[in-house]
């Protein structure tokens, strides 16, 4: 009988018993704020028990408070299976060959109805069964590597995704997709951009911010995107591929180590900072932004240095941070420290004693900034002066986050400090750029008159 009612207790179990409505049937709901008609869904075993929730023809859901509720009729019942069944990939000879490797997160999830979280479920093989279109653009073959969300996504995964993806070009792969979950897709496509280097095809990362159950989803049309820049582009780089506009109207191809996620639910949420977008992509064309990347080549010639330490760590400054801050790291056998100072590279005097510590005991620490866009620079200021004084070195205009992730590669080939510096100040990727393009840093401030007509006139 428990089973007639999943996750409904106290208050909306009686009104589904009293109107005899069991769970996965389509009902008819009369309420004092108006008629509602869907499937009765689940209940998180977390959630109150004032509500019952219907999922509506629109593919949206609804609740509905128990007490406002008149009346309710069960129109039919058809249990839901919130599982897409596997098939087998279509093969065509005149197609090319791109792998997907599968790892977890959004673009490969569902809804579970117990705790009413979003949890990884679809292999890479169920990710066909939903999006048919995959097969118009290329021979998809799928392997799922690991079933994690992207925050416990680390060295381990980053070794064996480059390990992976440097075995698939030697076989004559033409193309990789990477699902990945979004919020940490950007420290990974870092971490690949500088372990797999000078790759013949394109590498492009994909997830989404919407679960693939909900009508509002972009998992669909991010897959289609990446696996075409996979088959087609010339692009042969760590890409991320997502949303450009939160419409659906087209995707952007953003370099690995020029990108990072900035807001936590729009479906545009990767940018490219200090830099322009590589590329923009539809289900028709590709269209190149710039011309400075490395080009598709026929050869299977790769070079893959899978390299991590994981005792570095990154370290956002915040007025009155104390020095036991760094002197923790230290006295826990951290290598490298990645700091995001304030304006062009600084943090405050009480810190100093730490980071002189720090550096005389072979610490190696490199300044990013915690506004993103621009340079470091640190001969400025007599702060900058006086921390360049104890060791702390400038990272350009790297990202704090790939700042990290570069360290940690550094140090997984040398303990040298001399050598680690090397790695760190030599651009691989465009972590590092001569200068950052105008265009390369745009933050519009809404209410402004002549940005509110400029709004006017495009899509957000």
């Known amino acids: 009988m428990a089973d007639l009612f999943k996750g409904y207790k106290g208050k909306a179990l009686g009104l589904l018993k009293d109107y005899n409505i069991r769970v996965w049937s389509e ?38 408070a128990v007490d406002t509720v008149l009346d309710m009729r069960e129109e039919g019942y058809k249990e839901a299976h919130y599982k897409i069944p596997e098939k087998e990939f279509p ?13 977890g997160g959004t673009i490969a999830s569902r809804l579970d109805y117990r705790t009413g979280a979003v949890i990884p479920a679809f292999s890479p093989g169920e990710l066909y069964g939903a999006v048919p279109e995959l097969a118009d653009i290329c021979n998809l ?18 070794i064996k995704l480059a390990i992976s993806i440097g075995k698939e070009i030697e076989k004559g792969i033409d193309g990789i997709v990477i699902g990945h979950g979004t919020d940490t897709m950007h420290h990974t496509a870092s971490a690949l951009a500088f372990m797999v280097q000078n790759s013949p095809v394109p590498i492009v990362m994909v997830g989404s911010q919407r679960s693939s159950d909900r009508p509002s989803s972009d998992a669909a049309l991010n897959l289609m995107h990446a696996t075409k820049a996979a088959a087609e582009s010339d692009i042969a780089e760590v890409m991320v591929c997502m949303f450009g506009p939160t419409s659906d109207e087209y995707g952007l191809l953003h370099s690995g180590c020029r990108v990072r996620k900035m807001h936590s639910s729009y479906r545009s949420t990767f940018r490219t900072l200090g830099d322009i ?68 590279g600084h943090v405050n005097k009480p810190v100093y004693p730490a980071i002189e510590r720090a550096t005389k005991a072979g610490v190696a620490i490199y300044m990013t900034v915690q506004t993103l ?63 950052e393009p105008y265009n390369g840093y745009l933050v519009f401030q809404g209410g402004i008159p002549e940005i509110e007509e400029f709004l006017k006139r495009v899509h957000k």
Not at 91 to 103: R, Y
Not at 381 to 388: I, P
Request: proline residues 6%.
């Open 27 to 64: 009902a008819s709901v009369k309420t004092t704020r108006g008629d509602f008609r869907g499937i009765v869904l689940p209940r998180s075993e977390n959630d109150d028990d004032r509500h019952i929730v219907l999922k509506l023809a629109t593919g949206y859901n609804v609740g509905i």
């Open 277 to 344: 977008p590589l590329a923009m992509i539809d289900r028709q064309k590709i269209t190149p932004l710039r011309d400075n990347y490395n080009r598709r080549r026929n050869d299977r010639e790769v070079t893959i240095l899978p390299y991590f330490e994981e005792k570095v760590a990154l370290v956002y400054y915040y007025p009155n941070m104390m020095p036991d801050i760094i002197d923790a790291l230290v006295d826990n056998g951290y290598k490298g420290i990645v700091i995001a100072g304030t304006g062009l």
């Open 91 to 103: 093969f065509s000879a005149d197609k090319p060959n791109v792998k997907l490797l599968g790892t």
């Open 373 to 435: 866009w621009g340079y470091v620079h640190m001969f400025v200021y007599d702060t900058g002066r006086d921390l360049m004084s104890k060791g702390i070195i400038p990272a350009e205009n790297m990202l704090p986050e790939v700042a990290y992730i570069k360290l940690g590669w550094a140090f997984g080939q040398t303990s040298d400090l001399e050598e680690i510096k090397k790695i760190m100040l030599t651009p691989v990727c465009d972590e590092i750029t001569e200068r």
């Open 141 to 158: 073959t799928t392997e799922k590597l690991f079933a994690v969300f992207s925050e416990n996504m680390g060295p381990q995964q980053y």
